[in-house]
């Protein structure tokens, strides 16, 4: 009982930790600089969409906090080529939090074609959009969670090379029964028993870079808070190796039942292909739903939390006595949402891997003509 009661304790203290950090963080929204105008000083309003779309959004700095008129953050590499004056390389820091250019380079202005992205002014005084490689916040974050996983996957291969007769310890036997259960609930039972070995190792590294990257996408202190599985292009690529996967290992009765699918009446194939049409765009439907349900599903998770966080100030820019009493209500509906996502971080990183292990397994299976089907029956 001492026990569990110490572990509360320290949960307790991390979630305190934690909503400390954030309140500081979105604070500085509500407390930007006043400006002199006219010899009065105003204050600019508090925009919660702003401030969302900051946060869920990549940016060329890694964002910690902002208090008052100080923001802390990291500045990344910014590697951007011009075909006027050839590649460039330089710290994001230099753009001042994107109010000064450098080098002739600039953050596009909020509300422009190319807001928040590096442009530069083009002969004819156009925006001209280099060729940007630059190390963002999301691609940051990718390269973190990859070394992550070599730590953690290389330290346990070392383990078991010492010998599989010994009993899992440490990371080692939190780990091994989710890869069981992938194996065998997962990937084998989508599969089939003499294949599926040939397709573990892709879901299985599906499983636990999707599971990684959100977790690390509800911790709002380094190196978490950055949305990278609510990216749309990260969903894309996974969805895009998924349907990989699907075309190449496709059998010829997969491609044949796409063409002609078997017990269809013959006038939904002629004169017009109806049902070849529709089982064409099925194939392509596929990841396009493992791309949108990923990338949705996160996205919105952080966007209900920072909209319950804003709540805070909207109804204190009202009256400070509102503003104290809804942050109550928010904190509490914050942590809520909190361990909701911790939930549908392992339920999306799940629900991808099965797809795709079920998908997988549509494009091995091979299928008896129908003739040989009404054979069997008879």
Known sequence: MAHKNSEMLKVFRISTLILFWLTVSISG???????????????????????????????????????????LSLPLPVLVYSQQSGFHCFSSSKFHHGQESYQGFQIGAEGSKYAGKIIE?????SEVRPIDISITKNVASLFTSIVILLVIFLSIAKRYKEGFDRAPKGLQSWIEPIVLFIRDDVVKASIGEEKYLRYLPYLLTVFFFILLNNLMGLVPILPGGANLTGNIAVTMILALFTFATISFSGTKDYYMHIVNAPGIPWWLKLPVPLMPIVEIMGVFTKPFVLMVRLFANITAGHIIALGFYSLIFIFGEKSVYAGYGVSVVSILFTIFMGLLELLVAFIQAYVFTLLSALYIGMALERHESHEGHLENSH
């Open 121 to 125: 002014t083009g002969k004819d005084g």
């Open 29 to 71: 929204y509500s407390n930007n600089s006043p400006s002199e105008k006219q010899g009065e000083s105003t204050v600019e309003k508090f925009n919660a969409s702003k401030l969302i779309m900051e946060h869920i959004a990549d940016s060329y700095e890694w964002h910690i906090a902002t208090i008052g008129n100080f923001h």
